[in-house]
């Protein structure tokens, strides 16, 4: 090993130590970027599968995969103007209705989503639309719970690819929607807060359509020889600005002609 790459292979050590420890101690962190600079993505991607990789170690199954930074709303929000993706684990899946503990994140913004799971993997280079309708087992209504273990989401793309592209936790509808004859690009969302919508969007927001979003993604993870498998859910990405979970409450997501879900965040103790 080069002197060169044993002071990269330190550095992201060092960032991945750095979340990991935010994560157990919550206790949000400085950011990343001093360690593995501000655009250097693919060094970003090596810090997220360690920390992954250090949840796998100790018992965490991997499920699938998200996308982030796909609408333009929260591109604005964050200043940052590319999608990323990251993995998404079993003790991140919770289903319509089912408690979360507020305890469990630190700082929490709520966002409408539409997840895929597969019935097949898409493990060549390439995919297209086509690829990924052929692959889509079903769609599910889903709320996204992001999360930023760096302090007052300070970000830059390799902060938040490090971090897991800023996961949470995800929580999904319990009754399935085939695709067939549905245009995903024209769905349209409602995200409320103990009954007040507090975020609009429609499926156009995510790269032009989920479908556009997640073939991205197929092509991204078969390139970093991660591909997709048969079973995984794929959350594709936010149809509409990410809102702050302040304080226990219910969300609940409309989507047009794809149901509804529930995220109930609560207190310990509830």
Not at 86 to 110: E, I, N, T
């Amino acid at each position: 090993m080069t002197v060169l790459h044993a002071a990269t292979d330190k550095r992201i050590d060092a960032a991945a130590t750095r979340l990991i420890a935010a994560a157990e101690t919550r206790t949000p962190c400085s950011p990343v970027r001093d360690l593995v600079g501000d655009t250097d993505v693919d060094a970003a991607y090596q810090v997220q599968r360690r920390v992954v990789d250090a949840k796998v170690d100790a018992g965490a199954r991997v499920v699938g995969a998200k996308i982030g930074l796909t609408a333009a709303a929260v591109q604005q929000q964050f200043g940052v103007f590319q999608p990323d993706f990251g993995v998404l684990l079993d003790d991140m899946v919770f289903a319509h209705a089912q408690p979360l503990p507020r305890s469990r994140f630190l700082q929490p913004r709520a966002e409408g989503e539409i997840a895929f799971v597969l019935g097949r993997g898409i493990d060549f280079p390439g995919a297209t639309v086509a690829d990924v309708l052929r692959a889509t087992e079903f769609v599910l209504p889903a709320i996204e719970i992001v999360d930023s273990r760096i302090a007052n989401w300070d970000l830059t793309i390799t902060d938040t690819v490090a971090d897991n592209a800023s996961s949470g936790a995800v929580v999904l509808g319990t009754t399935p929607f085939p695709l067939l004859g549905k245009d995903l690009s024209q769905v349209g969302m409602t995200l409320e807060r103990e009954g007040e919508p507090v975020s609009f969007g429609a499926g156009h927001a995510c790269l032009g359509s989920p479908v556009v979003a997640v073939a991205w993604l197929a092509r991204e993870l078969v390139r970093r020889e991660q591909p997709l498998r048969a079973g995984d859910v794929v959350m594709s990405g936010a149809i509409g600005p990410m809102v702050p979970i302040d304080e226990p409450g219910r969300f609940r997501l409309k989507l047009d002609g794809l149901g509804e879900v529930e995220a109930v965040i609560e207190e310990e103790g509830e």
